[in-house]
């Protein structure tokens, strides 16, 4: 790579600020009293500062052993757009020699530069991921202007607790540029410190964390008999500061009776819970059938919460935790026995086998019908007259699904022992709703041979998705028509007319008669908007209609990849600069034609006027002759 020599006037200057002016600006959100936390005489050893600029704001923090986000704004100082852009956390090979390199130039120079440079921590704070050192393409930055970029990273452990600097590289193509520019070395620094709990107060406690959660909190202990439903809620409350996005909470599953007392009915058993704010608490609901030999006891059930620390950005490392249930096994028949009433020892368990829906996936505002597959878990107990009913879950007091047919209860006869029966009703989703995924509680209401009209209930997770849909404004061409070798300026906006975010938008401009243009947009919200405002260069002259493909392309919450195409109208034309050798510059006099005099001008109008006045002679003789012969008529009748 190649990383620009630094001279000894900059290293002076950029010592003096930050000596003097970085305690008062950048870090005075850092309130420090120890002496290991004095902020230290930081290089910066930034390459070409008239071209590209990091513009430093509030000190990062970041927590060791944890994950974070380092935002960091660039600013184009260039009189040019570019028009691509790249900005990346360099290697630790890189980091290393970078510095050291650095600090051995300095060794025999001034002693305060080399105290300067040689008092920085030159440790590399970051794990080693897949995605640590990746390339993020800012698209296109106008002249003057910033733009930012969220960097996610990954803290070592066993760090001091301390200022660390972060060597950020940037790469860039400027309007009239053929390839990307060499890498720009920037510098910035990270406060790196240890979370920690100072216990004064609960609500110090729980804060004590950007994002951690609390599972069970003000709820009993749920419990169940072998062979029962157990329908339970996890109470779930997000006790960290900052909002978690997209939150998952999935159940580990075992085969292991031991560990795991329920029957495994489904493929997974994965909740999505949407975005929780500080302090906010959902309840992830479970409907459970407890196997039939399962013993009695507390069982650990053990979850893994996910969740994105921002809106856009990637999952973080999942939090594990464990919650207890109860459950009564055949052991513990006789104390049963005791302490149940009459009536419950001799009603039927009837619990949800599986389900499925058509289609599979859901989207807002379809119609679909479910399937659920009803079993008698009972050994020896019969079920008559049973009325299963279907409530959906609501949302602002609308339910989201309504059955199509208006009847939300479907009625079996009887349930043998063991037995099953499925049980299909269609419905219909709510158009409106967000996306994720929504409860169904079945309520049941049966005989058994010694209780009458027993009454239960179990839930199930429908999952509902929001189809991604976009739109683009009016599409700018200027100009419409270039010659090869110039360029046209092409805007447009790109609209989230949908409910879900668009991920990664990227607009692709292809074409015989251009050079491939690549724009990155970025992730678009809801009912927002992305620009793309790029420079397309002709390298050949149009062939065909002038027609340009326009390829936009998005991700959704999952990584597919979606494509929407368009056309815009651009010709090309040759090269219409004019050969000199081609023009005949030679001027000869005999080519001017002199002026004519005015006895020549008279001369070209003697004759018209010698024939105009000829013929009004005649004209006039023959009146007189006309007039003379009627005289001569009159006189002779007279």
Known sequence: MKIKGLRWMATFLAACMLMGAVPATAFAAKETTEAAETIPQVYRMDDDNDT??????????????????????????EDKDWIETEIWIASEDDFRNHYSDEITKTEDRDSEESSIVQSMKTIYPFEVTDSLNRHYKVGHVNKKAKKTVNLNVNVKKGLEEGYYPILIYISKRAQGEDGMSSEYAKTIMAWIETKKTTG????????????????????????????????FDVNVRNTGYKTAYDVRVDMELSEDIAKFPFEINDGNYDRQMGNMNPDQTVAVPFSMAVREKAKSGYYPIKFKIRYRENENGNFAAPVEDTFYVRVYGKDEDDSLDSEAGENERTKARIIVDSFETDPAEIYAGQDFTLKVRMKNASNSIAASNILFTFESEAVSDSPVFTTVNGSNSVVVNSLAPGASDTLTIKFSSSPTAEQRSYTITINEQYDSPEFKNAKEAVKIAVGLKQEARLNTGTIEVMPDAISVGEESNVMFSINNTGKVMLYNVNAVFEADSIQKNECYVGNIEPGKSGNVDTMINGIAPTTDDGKVKLSITYEDENGKVSTVEKEIQLMVNEDQSMDESNVDDTWNSDDVQPEPSTTDKLKHLAIPVGIVGVVLAA????????KKKKAGMDDEIL
């Not at 590209?52 to 100082?77: A, D, F, W």
């Not at 004209?619 to 006309?626: D, E």
Request: no cysteine.
């Open 52 to 77: 590209v600029r990091l513009v430093i704001g509030k000190t990062p923090t970041l927590y060791i052993g944890k994950n974070g986000t380092v935002s960091v704004t660039l600013m184009n100082m």
């Open 619 to 626: 004209v006039i003789i023959v009146v007189i002759r006309r």
């Open 200 to 231: 004064t107060s609960e609500t110090n406690e729980d804060n004590s964390e950007p994002v951690a959660f609390a599972l069970g909190e003000n709820q009993p202990t749920p419990s169940a008999n072998y062979s029962e439903v157990m329908n």
